[in-house]
DNA sequence: AAATATTTTTAGGTTAGTCTAAAAATAAAT
DNA sequence: ATTTATTTTTAGACTAACCTAAAAATATTT
């Protein structure tokens, strides 16, 4: 008798779909940016999904104890939930690395190849790829990677729109569209860059930099504020 | 309006789900070995489901142009039908050359992993990954991996219980299970070696064998007819 | 050739994950 | 404090992929 994809009595390692991963690693995101419980209407706007459906899907990952859920009052990841979620965002960075690094893509080609590799479930092949990689610590956008554990490794960085004047260099992006990090590409702004402000135009935020102390360029305050710099 | 998972008027290239592409596989798989359409029978063991969900599949599937189909007649596939099932066992072997060579896997515990990294469906990566695996033309079982077209090298190979007498080199192994090829590592078995026939016994068809010019084995009739041997 | 066995298909049901439309609860505005 | 707007939940339906049980077709025996 098989027991492929059902769960039997025997089974205690709970099954957690794809489907289920990419709604725990959508609360997280939402979780990063705010303290309240994750919205049903953030998850939708974050899934692509209507709200009846996360609605569903709440209720499903409550009885499997990934989430805590009161009705009206949004989702919050219980611990459980939360590891799986930093698990999938370390295996998405794990493979971008891999994408970048050894398969040479470039930047802005590898978030949805990264979005199917992320559900690969073998333990064993995270630890073998991560040493295969010599265990990097950031993404080629420059995202950290986290711990087993799910501990993120802590940078400060700060938007390039913020940065009001001194040197210093790109070390991440907040957008990881293609056409933005095609768009940097063109403008030489990769990982690593260095920059200097030269002026902040009052008028609309757009910041007057020079790039590796060689050329001068114009940012619109949108892409300055997409950019993370390191001072120096 | 976002269209995920949902087939548009627009949308020309058909989708197939990862089950579908699963049973396309083991149709080829069978078609491999018997002239005769896939019986609906052989189709439901290779996939351990039952014969009234292979009887729903092969509709869907006929549906979309990727199989023949005649009621109790069996199932063949088409041109492409077989192009994806050629390209999963392309990148299922691929993978598995990924996962030994540069992630230091043994040959036993690579298969369930590769079925997954399977359905990971961007050709750009299949064509990096193939360079930078130095475009190999077989897997770590001695299976040959398919070109783009589905081509497959062909080599001439003696199941090892059908060779009667003199040396050969194992090339390569019919059975997968991690079991047999546990086994095949302790009796040092692996591929490369070579083999010297000392006696085939009558009795049980066992084979008396001289590993790499050194000692002295006798494998089962069993063994002997999984293990695929080169003439030299 | 008839009877029996096997294989395949159909009929009818289930679950996960989606949807729209309507109802209920909460939040915001007058 | 009511009314209005927004958010969330429920209700009811759909599809893909599975299942079991029964019916129909084909194969095998006697």
């Given amino acids: 008798m098989f027991f492929k994809n059902r769960i039997t009595r025997f089974n205690y390692l709970k099954m957690v779909s794809n489907t289920e991963e990419n709604y725990l690693k959508a609360i997280f995101k939402i979780s990063e940016k705010e303290t309240a419980p994750a919205s049903t209407n953030a998850i939708s706007t974050e899934m692509h999904t209507s709200a009846a459906s996360v609605s569903d899907m709440i209720k499903r990952l409550a009885e499997k104890d990934l989430v805590l859920y009161e009705k009206w009052k949004g989702v919050t ?8 979620a930093t698990n999938l965002i370390r295996k998405h960075r794990l493979w971008e690395v891999f994408l970048v690094d050894k398969l040479n893509f470039s930047w802005d080609e590898i978030h949805p190849i990264a979005e199917e590799l992320e559900h690969i479930k073998s333990t064993k092949l995270v630890q073998h ?12 956008h420059g995202d950290p990677i986290p711990d087993e554990h799910g501990n993120f490794t802590f940078r400060k960085q700060v938007q390039l729109s913020e940065f009001k004047k001194g040197k210093g260099i790109i070390i991440g992006v907040d957008e990881h569209s293609t056409q933005f990090l095609q768009y940097l ?3 030489s702004l990769t990982l690593g860059t260095s920059i200097e402000i030269i002026e902040v135009i009052d008028y609309d935020g757009s910041v007057r930099i020079n790039i590796n102390d060689n050329k001068e360029q114009i940012i619109s305050n949108k892409v300055a504020k997409n950019l993370f710099v390191k001072p120096i």
Avoid at 129 to 140: I, N, Q, S, V
């Fill in 129 to 140: 790829l991560d040493e295969f990689l010599g265990f990097p610590k950031f993404d080629p």
């Fill in 77 to 84: 990841l219980t611990k459980e939930g939360k590891k799986i």
């Fill in 185 to 187: 590409d063109r403008l």
